[in-house]
């Protein structure tokens, strides 16, 4: 069974914006609910759903059986923005329009990369050397590890104890090589060496 819709729906919202529209442009905020409603062109109970709901949160009062008075704040001045709200949504923009920039360039980087994993041309110039990341200036300095698992591998690295960092490598589809690359500058042509000290690695 389908539930109900609401009784309200997107032409009482408009048919409100057009209200508060004819309450701006009121002397003194007071409106003939007579006018507004041949204004408005609908019937005057459609009419009085929004002045009910105005006088219950204090925004309108009755001064007769068809005269409202808006008793709000000054609504010329709430419907402006001033500088701050102005320049955040300016930051708002900007940052929307940043984030759409950055989500198309995700995109075309990982088509970029299907294509280069796809093409089994490129398969035997899938790796890295030594070298190569030596050459990487945020490695400097740093004990790097390296990784050669097949596909579907699962990497998990614990929080950090105060003597060590763990990491635990498991793999169902084959064997895990594991490498400690070493970035010394005072050692540059240093190889890298295999190592598992401090790695829990699984092949089942």
């Known amino acids: 069974m389908k539930g ?9 919202v408009q048919l409100t914006r057009r209200f508060m529209d004819l ?5 003194e905020g007071v409106l003939d609910l007579n006018e507004v409603s041949r204004l408005l062109g609908v019937r005057k109970r459609r009419v009085y759903d929004i002045t009910n709901v105005l006088d219950g949160i204090h925004l309108v009062q009755k001064r007769s059986k068809n005269l409202i008075q808006w008793v ?16 955040l949504r300016d930051e708002l923009c ?3 329009t940043m984030e759409e920039a950055l989500d198309e360039l995700i995109k075309d980087c990982a088509h970029q990369l299907f294509d280069l994993t796809d093409n089994k041309e490129n398969a035997r110039l899938a790796y890295v050397t030594y070298q190569d990341i030596h ?13 050669k698992a097949p596909e579907g591998t699962k990497m998990e690295v614990p929080p950090p104890k105060e003597d ?5 490598v498991r793999s169902t589809k ?7 690359c070493e970035v010394s500058l005072d050692n540059p042509d240093a190889e890298a060496s295999e190592n ?8 089942k």
């Open 4 to 12: 109900r819709k609401p009784r309200y729906d997107g032409s009482l």
């Open 23 to 27: 309450v701006k442009a009121a002397p």
């Open 72 to 87: 709000g704040s000054d609504i010329k001045q709430i419907t402006k923005r001033t500088p701050e709200q102005q320049k």
């Open 94 to 96: 900007d940052l929307t």
């Open 135 to 147: 050459n990487i200036q945020t490695f400097q300095e740093q004990i790097i590890i390296a990784i």
């Open 164 to 168: 060590c960092i763990e990491v635990h």
């Open 174 to 180: 084959g064997p895990i090589d594991v490498y400690l």
């Open 196 to 203: 598992t000290d401090q790695l829990s690695c699984e092949s």
